[in-house]
T-cell receptor
Framework: GESVGLHLPTLSVQEGDNSIINCAYS??????FIWYKQESGKGPQFIID?????DKRQGQRVTVLLNKTVKHLSLQIAATQPGDSAVYFC?????????FGTGTRLQVFP | DTGVSQDPRHKITKRGQNVTFRCDPI?????LYWYRQTLGQGPEFLTY????????KSRLLSDRFSAERPKGSFSTLEIQRTEQGDSAMYLC????????????FGSGTQLSVL
């Protein structure tokens, strides 16, 4: 069946460093992916998306990379700040709905 | 505020009681989704609407669950005869177009069944 998974449950980085959060997906037919950030007690917040006809997309301090050959997504956060501390989910659009993985918790320490 | 709005934010109920949650999507968004999230997990799809039509329901949605979107605007999710296993965050999301468009989520309704 289809699944979206993440390699690391928790990532700890020092403030100012770059963060990389990885995600594997299993459905090679998926053509749209989204990264969400979720803070405690809040709903998922859209960060950035990418379609399968692209391999890289940049936003403000964030970059998403898509490798369709190995079915891998990554989210790069530049100059990580304390406000970036949250759980990050990749989600795969499959048959008209988003399928989420379990998430990676990003902890930023001074 | 023009985001997705959910009410209530928190609900505590006793096992066996019925509960109803409301979601107001972003105006002009014609797709509305319901998800459920338990601690440490990603959101799980429950159901979605295209305007007022309910197009898909997950196997997670037992007969005790029912969702409506009567006028294609706000939606309600009702759980009858609640069980402790229903305790979770219930999230609503909306999107503008039919498919492959970003979903915007509300803050959710946290349900605790005692």
């Amino acid at each position: 069946g289809e699944s979206v998974g993440l390699h690391l449950p928790t990532l700890s980085v020092q403030e100012g460093d770059n963060s990389i959060i990885n995600c594997a997906y299993s459905n090679s037919a998926s053509d749209y992916f989204i990264w969400y950030k979720q803070e405690s007690g809040k709903g998922p917040q859209f960060i950035i998306d990418i379609r399968s006809n692209m391999d890289k997309r940049q936003g403000q301090r964030v970059t998403v990379l898509l490798n369709k050959t190995v079915k891998h997504l990554s989210l790069q956060i530049a100059a990580t700040q304390p406000g970036d501390s949250a759980v990050y989910f990749c989600a795969e659009f499959n048959t008209d709905k988003l399928i989420f993985g379990t998430g990676t918790r990003l902890q930023v320490f001074p | 505020d023009t985001g997705v709005s959910q009410d209530p934010r928190h609900k505590i109920t006793k096992r066996g009681q019925n509960v109803t949650f409301r979601c107001d999507p972003i105006s002009e968004h014609n797709r509305l989704y319901w998800y459920r999230q338990t601690l440490g997990q990603g959101p799980e799809f429950l159901t979605y609407f295209q305007n007022e039509a309910q197009l898909e329901k997950s196997r997670l949605l037992s007969d005790r669950f029912s969702a409506e979107r009567p006028k294609g605007s706000f939606s309600t999710l009702e759980i009858q005869r609640t069980e402790q296993g229903d305790s979770a965050m219930y999230l609503c999301a909306s999107s503008y177009r039919a498919t492959n468009e970003k979903l915007f989520f509300g803050s959710g309704t946290q349900l605790s069944v005692l």
